[in-house]
């Protein structure tokens, strides 16, 4: 079926308990000058700061409760609120830089003037102060007044008219200078400083009770009843009238107040039964639960600062439209046929057509007639109208067909299953296929078939068309040009990231190409000569997501890319993220599914339905991000705006967003001086601090959005805590003496026991001169003896056989011997390391009890002892045999072991030449020849003399 593009979805942000909303019935709704939006209802006064509503009560001066019927802002833009016997005001408007927590209201005072009904306790600001209806009269809240509060007087008097008796006023509104309200009796009356003007039955005027007003942007005052709308012509009062449609008696009884509002294009918008309605140049469109729409009553309408549009509703909460005026959506709702919305085409002068898995349907987009035929049922991903009138559209899996919507003649051609088709110049079309490329060349008749592409017959899943009419083709692992005469030329490049499977391709210019796909996320390609010159990644940071499905170039030469997260657009300076918070049906965007209108508008196709953004331009003009600081604690009670107490209650802070489109993806960065060493990031606009420190500290937020890039100014707010009683400087003098008389008597003590002192130091340096000395002496010890076999350590042994060799040239021999205990493991692993280490302990006893003078023994290593000996060569040969059987001639008793130790000796006699490696390098051969011999033997090195 086809879809009417008048009939549209509208997504709404509910806000609620969970954002500080206590009560879901709405009586108004306002906006400030510095964008805060106010909000009354059955609990009082709510101010949303773009992430939460604070209810405003007793700390605010205000009552605990109780229903607020209206608000109005004065012209210093002070809040002026209305309860049923009692008016309230501020005494100063809401800032920027004050939490609104600080605001502070008065009673006016006290004039028992009680509504007659919700709908007359609209409050209008006139005059510098506020207009309104009390008591079936016209009243004035003067807040120009020389008295400490505000006063409330007659209203018709401030304009020099006696005031009218018995009016039964139902409704006001201010023009100017002038004020408009209309009669129970049907009259609608003009006060001004000249006259009373009344418009009525004479004037073709029903007498009806007409329940609200409004003064049109052209000047002109519009009148609503409970059925009937009247447009007065102010000036010579001519009147037309109109029943309205879609209303019902019932839903009159459920509304808190009749709404007139107008939209920011200049539409008028009011209640209908089942919703809003608004008057276009067509005639009423009623908006109702089928469009999105709540199913409670709408009580109140606000166009804020940034064109949004939000409502109150009457058991709903407070409701955002996201992206009215600049979106419009459909879905199965509204006609679009069942499933995944593919390609999108634009017939020529006429609908739009949708490819999806329910079919291809003609979507009305404007004054257009929908043609005879205007649905075709079978599944299909991808569709374009030609010139003569017909459709083009793939037939599930197994071809396309070509249909004329005026005649309903079709034809059908067999072709692989068909990933895309392209609009090419001089009426050809473009088959992308799971079997290559295919071309139809003339159209006109359909007289010939789509013939294959030479060398284009693989897979390929996306192509696009050169503004010269060439064609560049992307399957998995090729980008290939095919130009105009009909040559070839492929790619040579190779992608980042292996795993990156292309999928999507446009061309922007001849030399730039954009490829996108899953895996890898989106690359521009700037060609030279038919080659790769740059090749640009594009990831989750620019475009929100690394999945790409959806590539197009508009006639800005703006890039929009659509991805699993939404839609990115890219305008050669920065990138814009748009998601459903902005407006979009759906985030997951469906293959080939982007189309840049001939109106410079895009239409979006999704898994969910097709979005339609009116303005694209819009995205790049939007406001800079104003954050707020809504409200500052210490422990329980409001931070006062000026310094406190010393205290160790902690700290908290809110902050909002007052100008963003959504509150869901704004992220704050924030930093209190003296106490953050580094930024802080959050995404739910509080912060706090265990303590707040002495002294004045400056907290700064920064509110940034990820999908638009964009960064705020900085807002801050100056905390100032005094320092502790006990820290201040009477307290600090007071310390200061109480130390010095202190110190003064210790003085005296302290004398007495340094002399003492003195004489026990003498005593403890003394005792600690014999403790050094035996420690050195002890060190000495230590680092020249073995700690197991009390025989020289090998630094020690070292040290004393360089010496001799030094003196090797005097006439003094010098003879060593390297020992080493035969089969050592033998023993350790027989009878335990523990049993080794006494082997050891005795070896060293049996040896230092043999040494004479100019002999020294020392452990070289493990079970090796390197001996060394002063004296002639044949004397010291003999010499080591008799130490040989010193030592080993015995048994060694090891507990209630026996055990029969050997050795082996290698021998050798210093040379004059001779360093320690050359000296110990021969005695370590002789020891080994000693060892390959049998062991337990004495082997001299060869030409050693000995």
């Known amino acids: ?355 999806s898995d329910g079919g291809v349907s003609a979507l009305m987009t404007g004054g257009q007639q929908l043609p005879p035929y205007n649905h075709f049922p079978d599944p299909s991903y991808a569709v374009v109208t030609d010139r003569f009138g017909r459709v083009w559209h793939s037939l599930g899996a197994t071809g396309v067909t070509a249909t004329d919507v005026l005649t309903g003649v079709s034809k059908y051609f067999h072709l692989p299953p068909v990933n895309q088709i392209v609009q090419g110049t001089d009426d050809r079309l473009w088959f992308i296929t799971e079997g290559g490329v295919f071309v139809l060349t003339n159209t006109t008749a359909l007289l010939s078939k789509p013939m294959p592409i030479a060398g284009l017959a693989n897979r390929v899943v996306g192509a696009a068309m050169g503004a010269d009419g060439s064609l560049w083709t992307l399957d998995p692992k090729h980008v290939v040009h095919r130009h105009n005469d009909g040559s070839l030329s492929t790619l040579e490049f190779h992608w980042p990231q292996t795993d990156f499977d292309p999928t999507v391709i446009a061309v922007q210019a001849p030399n730039v190409l954009w490829i996108g796909g899953a895996g890898g996320g989106l690359y521009r390609l700037t060609l030279s000569d038919e080659r790769v010159a740059t090749l640009t990644q594009f990831g989750s940071a620019d475009i929100q997501s690394n999945s790409v499905v959806s590539l197009s170039i508009d006639k800005r030469g703006w890039v929009w890319v659509g991805t699993d997260r939404g839609v990115s657009v890219f305008n050669g300076m920065r990138w814009i993220s748009i998601t459903t918070d902005d407006g979009l049906i759906s985030d997951d965007m469906d293959q080939n599914s982007i189309l840049a209108d001939d109106d410079g508008s895009i239409w979006l196709g999704t898994s969910h339905g097709l979005s339609h953004l009116l303005e694209p331009a819009r995205l790049f003009r939007q406001d800079k991000l104003q954050p707020v600081i809504t409200s500052v604690d210490i422990g ?52 706090r601090y265990p303590s707040l420190p002495p ?127 035969d089969h050592f493991k033998r023993i350790n692993d027989a009878h335990g390391h523990l049993a080794g280490d006494e082997v050891l302990r005795e070896l060293g006893r049996r040896l230092t009890a043999e040494m004479r003078s100019g002999e020294y023994a020392g452990r070289y290593g493990g079970e090796e002892i390197l001996l060394a000996l002063s004296s002639s060569s044949d004397n010291a040969l003999e010499r080591i045999h008799e130490l040989e059987l010193a030592a080993f001639r015995h048994v060694y008793t090891i507990g209630t072991y026996m055990i029969d130790v050997t050795c082996s000796i290698g021998v050798t006699q210093a040379r004059e030449e001779d360093d320690w490696m050359s000296l110990i390098g021969r005695a370590d051969r002789a020891l080994y020849d000693a060892k390959r011999a049998g062991r337990n033997r004495i082997v001299v090195s060869t030409n050693t003399g000995c």
């Not at 209908?272 to 199913?295: C, E, R, V, Y």
């Not at 205290?647 to 953050?676: E, M």
């Open 636 to 687: 329980e009670s409001a931070y006062p705006g000026r310094a406190i107490p010393f205290s160790r209650q902690p700290l908290t802070l809110k902050f909002g967003i007052l100008n963003a489109p959504s509150d869901t993806v704004i992220r704050f960065r924030y930093r209190l001086d003296g106490v953050d060493q580094a930024w802080a990031e959050t995404s739910v606009g509080f912060a």
């Open 695 to 821: 002294g004045h500290h400056r907290f700064t937020v920064i509110a940034y959005d990820p999908l638009k890039h964009q960064v705020s100014i900085p807002v801050s707010v100056v905390l100032r805590m005094r320092v502790p009683t006990w820290e201040r400087w009477p307290f600090l003098v007071f310390y200061a003496t109480v130390f010095i008389a202190s110190l003064f008597g210790l003085l005296r003590v302290r004398i007495a026991l340094l002399l003492k002192q003195q004489r026990q130091l003498q005593h403890e340096v003394e005792r600690q001169t014999r403790q050094i000395r035996d420690a050195q002496a002890a060190l000495f010890l230590q680092a020249t003896q073995d700690g197991l076999t009390k025989l020289l350590t090998r630094a020690e042994i070292q040290r004393r056989i360089d010496d001799l060799i030094d003196v090797v040239d005097s006439n003094l021999d010098l003879t060593i011997g390297l020992l080493d205990i």
């Open 1 to 355: 079926m086809a879809s009417n593009a008048y009939a549209q979805q509208i997504a709404f942000r509910y806000y609620t308990q969970g954002d500080g909303l206590s009560n879901a019935v709405v009586t108004c709704l306002k906006q400030d000058k510095t964008g805060y939006i106010l909000s009354c209802g059955e609990h009082g006064l709510y101010i949303y700061d773009g992430r939460r509503f604070l209810n405003l009560g007793p700390v605010q001066g205000l009552p605990e409760g109780g229903v607020v019927y209206d608000l109005a802002s004065s012209q210093d833009q002070r809040i002026i609120l209305r309860y049923l016997h009692q008016i309230y005001v501020s005494r100063k408007p809401l800032s920027l830089t004050d939490p609104p927590e600080g605001l502070r209201f008065d009673a006016v005072v006290p004039v028992y003037i009680e509504l007659d009904n919700q709908q007359s306790g609209q409050l209008v600001p006139w005059h510098g102060g506020a207009a309104f209806i009390g008591n079936g009269r016209l009243w004035y809240l003067d807040l120009h007044s020389t008295s400490v509060r505000a006063k409330i007087v007659p209203l018709a008097p401030i304009l020099g008219q006696p005031e009218p008796t018995a009016l039964n006023t139902s409704a006001l509104v201010a023009d100017g200078q002038d004020i408009w309200f209309s009669r129970v009796d049907g009259r609608i009356c003009r006060l001004s400083q000249r006259l009373t003007r009344c418009v009525g039955v004479k004037d073709d005027l029903p007498s009806v009770k007409w329940l609200s007003l409004i003064v049109a942007p052209n000047g002109h005052l519009i009148a609503r009843s409970d059925l009937i709308l009247a447009d007065v012509e102010i000036g010579n009062n001519h009147v037309v009238t109109s029943a309205l449609p879609f209303q019902s008696k019932a839903a009159l009884v459920s509304w808190r107040r009749m709404v007139l509002n107008f939209t920011p294009s200049g539409e008028l918008l009011t209640q209908s039964k089942d919703g809003l309605m608004i008057l276009q140049t067509s005639g009423w469109k009623d908006l109702s639960n089928a469009n999105g729409f709540p199913d409670t009553p709408i009580s109140a309408v606000l166009f804020d600062q940034q064109k949004r549009l939000w409502l109150g509703s009457v058991g709903s909460g407070v409701l955002s439209a996201k992206g009215y005026g600049t979106w419009q959506s459909w879905d199965q709702r509204d006609g679009l046929t069942k499933g995944l919305v593919w390609q999108i085409a634009r017939h020529r002068n006429g609908p739009l057509w949708v490819a």
